[in-house]
């Protein structure tokens, strides 16, 4: 059972990137999967959720509008667009899953948090 992200890198304000998280060993159907970020001396928090099996989707307020999450069921991979990006959005994003949960559970409920963490991708938004 494996996430592994990529697609980080630096990037200056109102920039975009595209990370990727593969995901193996498991049926991504039966979970929600989730992106997360923690900025430095920051709580980690939710950015945007899917369901594995259905196209609903939900987003935190700081990425509505900018950020769109996707799914690539034949590749495997989830996918986090980031446009406009800015500053405040310098993170490390991890991808994450838990099972049979769904979007907004995942990306609004503390007591619901994953319970399989990919190793994280560095984005920093700097001119």
């Known amino acids: 059972v494996q996430l592994v992200e990529s697609g980080g890198g630096l990037v200056q304000p109102g920039g975009s990137l595209r990370l990727s998280c593969a995901h193996s060993g498991f049926i991504v159907a039966d979970y929600g999967v989730g992106w997360f970020r923690q900025a430095p001396g920051k709580e980690r928090e939710a950015v945007a959720c899917i369901n594995g099996r259905w196209p609903s989707t939900e987003y935190s307020l700081s990425a509505q509008g900018r950020f769109t999450i996707s799914r690539d069921d034949a590749e495997n991979k989830v996918y986090l667009q980031m446009d406009s990006l800015e500053p405040q959005d310098t993170a490390v994003y991890y991808c994450?899953?838990?099972?049979?949960?769904?979007?907004?559970?995942?990306?609004?409920?503390?007591?619901?948090?994953?319970?399989?963490w990919g190793q994280g991708t560095q984005v920093t938004v700097s001119s």
């Open positions: 994450a899953v838990r099972y049979r949960t769904t979007p907004r559970t995942l990306c609004t409920s503390s007591a619901h948090w994953p319970d399989l």
